[in-house]
């Protein structure tokens, strides 16, 4: 049975979602403060966290970004505003997905499904550490081999280490710096081009149609994420 | 148009300094003119006289003694002497016998005459065919207090002449140099003046148009510097105002989302449960229609805020090489459902690659309001494409459709804003009418163009082109 938390202090927005939670048989537990919501999310238990962008005492950034010291529990950002989006996909906060309001709830189901899989992902003890598969795409991080439908691809060690990171996170959107940041370090910040570049030439690799990627996907105007072909969509 | 202020100045100043030259330059030339010829006939009056008085005793006395003396004088003087007698004949002509032709026994009808008859003594200057200009003077001979005859002289004043034609020579040119130094300087001058009007002008242009950001530099001490100080601060202004103007629209809608996530989720967990009557059920229904509605209106505006921004910040600092053939393709499996709802084939054709260096974000929603509108507007079975390609520099991306066209009279107006043609707005279709301008701001952020060409029941034709970039 999921647990979910949902820090919101919009409380007609958070008895509707506990509602249509509930009529899904999914129980929700709500705090209205951003310092309540941190409490929660750290003496745990949840397996997600739906966290506002906007909260009194403590904002969804700043909760988000103290939870992720000591938890690596799900986190959908729930926000009005899409402007800060790089910032809260970003590294410094570590927020698994965002939805804006108004959403549809078939969507935010679809977001949780993802990130609840990257998490067990994540989770399988042994496997995680050494090969990932995701549908036709085998990483095996010990010999850094790639395999594509059974067919192993050449790549360079950069190459392998952005796909093994994206890997790792299956669904979730990276942004350009973000990836930027964790693969080249942050001596080459602000050169997102190069980003490009590489993940052209991933693609030329592991992809049959570089205009229509099968793993390598492109999130319009927000990153790059590694599609996971056995989450259900 | 720029030269206009210049030339009228030009032409101000060469007419004054002509009025001004050449009004000097006339009088000093009579004055001068005038003097010359008063001196030369005072002289001439005054040798005349010396000559007549010598001559006086003589007449009547010894005719060939006299004639000897008019000779030598005439000689002397490099002028013709005649004595004529009180009746007006020539009674005695100096180069008798020398000229071709002497006037002796011949009457000389000539004012001049006649008033030295009277006692007058006078001069007169005359052009004469084949010898030139020539002064005349006539004194009286008298002998005892009575009038005997008259001493004619003429004399060439060639020198005269010469000296007056060089010296207008000498205006003429003065009067020419300054004109042509006025010319120089009033042309420089204009440039000088109407150079930063130029620029103030094709940047109010610019302004105009639209480009907020514009601004002059005029760095001068005088009026037009001022001029141009004050259009910048004007163009500060307005971008100030079209400034708070973008933040209180997105303003505006980022605090509508909030409501309307709340309206949207009750009314999803309301319509979840089975248990409302069907009257109730189609009420909730078309609440969630408006709620989403309204939801779309707050995104449309929000995108176009953003792509204003983006336009009136200049910044490229975001942008990145994007594939047209793979924005083709996502557009189209995002677009997929849409079309497959009314059994529209929807196809992407896109054999090369075409990039072009853009923002990603904007080019998205571009081509998604294309190919939403082709949907949209296509009634059922219909066909939709998407082409990319590229000619030299140019990129190009083409949404055609076999839907129902637009009107001709409503082609000049789709691309405004909230602009839906009348029988649009009445069908249920039922957008807002930013779409197209949507797509309009993001191509023209990329320095792009776009093109219709539509035939009522017959479908549309949408193209994009945008500067390409090189590929690798
Ligand atoms: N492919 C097309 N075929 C026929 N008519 C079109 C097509 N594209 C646009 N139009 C006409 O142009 C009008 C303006 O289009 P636009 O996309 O700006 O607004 P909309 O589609 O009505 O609403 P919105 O896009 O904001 O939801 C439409 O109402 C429609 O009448
Ligand atoms: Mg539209």
């Given at each position: 049975m999921m647990?979910?938390?949902l820090v919101e202090?919009?409380t007609?927005?958070?008895g509707?979602l506990?509602?249509?939670f ?11 403060d ?7 999310a750290?003496?745990?238990?949840y397996?997600l966290v739906?966290?506002?962008l906007?909260l009194p005492?403590m904002d969804?950034?700043e909760?988000c ?5 000591n ?11 899409d402007d800060?989006?790089?910032k809260i996909l ?6 698994d997905?965002?939805?804006t309001k108004?959403?549809?709830f078939r969507e935010?189901?679809?977001?949780i499904r993802a ?11 042994g496997?995680n550490?050494?090969?990932i598969?995701?549908?036709?795409l085998?990483?095996d ?5 790639v ?5 192993p691809?050449?790549v ?7 796909l ?12 350009r710096?973000e990836l930027?940041?964790?693969?080249w370090g942050f001596?080459?910040h602000?050169?997102t081009?190069?980003?490009?570049v ?7 690799k592991?992809e049959?149609?570089?205009?229509e990627?099968?793993f390598?996907?492109t ?15 | ?5 210049g030339?009228?100045l030009?032409a101000?100043f ?6 001004v030259?050449?009004?000097?330059g006339y009088l000093?030339f009579n004055t ?6 008063d001196?030369?006939?005072?002289a ?5 006289n010396?000559?007549?008085?010598g001559v006086a ?5 010894d005719?060939v003694?006299?004639?000897q ?5 005439s000689?002397?003087?490099?002028a013709r002497?005649?004595?004529?007698d009180?009746r007006?004949r020539v009674?005695l ?6 000229a071709e032709r002497h ?6 009808d ?6 030295a008859l009277?006692?007058?003594?006078e001069?007169s ?9 020539t002064m005349y ?7 005892r207090g009575?009038?005997i ?5 003429s004399?060439?004043?060639?020198d005269?002449?010469a000296?007056?034609?060089?010296l207008?020579r000498?205006?003429a040119f003065?009067l ?5 130094i ?5 042309i ?7 150079a930063p009007?130029g ?9 105009g148009a639209?480009n907020?950001?514009?601004r ?16 910048n601060r004007m ?6 105002v079209d400034?708070?103007?973008r933040?209180f629209?997105?303003d505006a809608s980022?605090e ?8 949207k989720?009750?009314l999803e ?8 009557d ?6 909730l229904?078309?609440?969630?229609e408006g709620?989403?509605?309204l ?5 449309s505006l ?9 336009k009136a910040?200049g910044s490229e600092e975001?942008w990145q090489?994007?594939d ?7 557009v ?5 459902p849409?079309?497959d709802e ?10 090369n690659l075409?990039?072009?260096h ?25 066909r ?5 390609g590229?000619v030299?520099?140019?990129?190009f991306?083409?949404v055609?459709?076999?839907g129902?066209?637009i ?5 000049p ?5 909230f602009y839906?043609?009348?029988d649009a707005?009445?069908?249920q279709a ?6 197209l301008?949507?797509?309009s701001e ?6 792009g ?13 949408m ?8 590929v690798?």
């Open positions: 647990r979910v938390l202090d919009e007609g927005f958070a509707g506990k509602r249509r509930a009529q899904e048989g999914i129980e929700v537990d709500m705090v209205s951003g310092r309540q919501g941190l409490d929660r750290r003496s745990g238990g397996d739906l966290l506002d906007m005492k969804g950034i909760v970004r103290e939870l992720r010291r938890s690596e529990v799900p986190v959908i950002m729930l926000t009005a505003r800060d989006v790089d970003g590294l410094e906060i570590g927020a997905d965002y939805l108004p959403f549809n935010l189901q679809a977001r990130v609840m899989r990257r998490a067990r992902v994540r989770n399988t003890p496997v550490e050494e090969r598969q995701l549908g036709g085998i990483l991080a010990r010999r850094r081999a395999l594509v439908d059974g067919d691809v050449d360079t060690a950069r190459e392998f280490d952005l093994w990171l994206l890997a790792c996170h299956p669904e979730r959107v990276f942004t710096e930027l940041d964790r693969i001596d080459h602000g050169d081009r190069m980003v490009n590489q993940v052209r030439r991933l693609r030329q592991i049959s149609d570089r205009a990627p099968r390598l996907r999130k319009w105007g927000v990153g790059y994420y590694l599609i996971d072909e056995e989450c259900p969509r | 148009m720029r030269f206009k202020l030339l009228q030009t101000v060469l007419l004054i300094t002509f009025l030259v050449g009004t000097a000093f001068f003119r005038r003097r010359l010829i001196e030369r006939s005072m001439q009056l005054t040798q005349t010396i000559i007549a008085s005793p003589l007449i009547g006395e005719q003694e006299a004639r003396i008019l000779r030598t004088r000689r002397e003087v490099g002497l005649v004595f004529l009180p007006g009674a002509d100096a180069s008798a016998g020398m006037l002796e026994g011949e009457r000389l000539h004012p001049l005459v006649e008033s009277a006692g007058g003594q001069t200057v005359q052009f004469l065919d084949g010898v030139g200009w003077s006539t004194v009286p001979v008298i002998r009575e009038i005859g008259v001493l004619f002289v004399e060439g004043i060639d005269i002449v000296a007056l034609v060089d207008s000498q205006l003065y020419g140099a300054s004109g042509i006025v010319m120089l300087a009033t420089g001058i204009g440039q000088y003046l109407t009007l620029r103030l002008t094709r940047a109010a242009e610019r302004l639209g907020l950001a514009e002059v530099d005029i760095r001068r001490r005088n009026e037009v510097g001022r001029l141009g100080e004050a259009f163009a500060a202004q307005l971008e100030q400034r708070s103007r933040r629209i997105g980022h509508m989302r909030t409501p309307l996530g709340t309206a989720i009750v967990s309301l319509l979840a449960q089975q248990t409302h069907p009257e109730t059920r189609r009420a229904q078309t609440i969630e709620v989403d509605r939801a779309g209106l707050v995104n929000l995108v176009l805020t953003r792509l204003e921004h983006a910040s975001r090489d994007i047209l053939r793979e924005l083709a393709h996502q189209s499996a995002d677009c997929r849409l079309a009314k059994a529209l084939r929807l196809e992407v054709n896109a054999a075409v990039e072009v853009g923002d990603e974000d904007a080019l998205y929603r571009a081509v998604r309001n294309l190919v939403e509108n082709a949907i949209r507007y296509t009634p059922r079975d219909g939709v494409e998407v082409a990319v590229r030299g520099a140019r990129a991306l083409q055609r459709d076999t129902n066209g009107a001709p009279e409503d082609l107006y789709i691309f405004e804003r839906r043609p009348d707005r009445s069908r039922g957008g807002f009418g930013l779409g301008a949507i797509v993001a191509v023209e952020l990329h320095g163009r776009i093109d219709v060409s539509s035939k009522p029941d017959e479908g549309t034709v193209t994009i082109e945008l500067p390409a970039a090189d690798e």
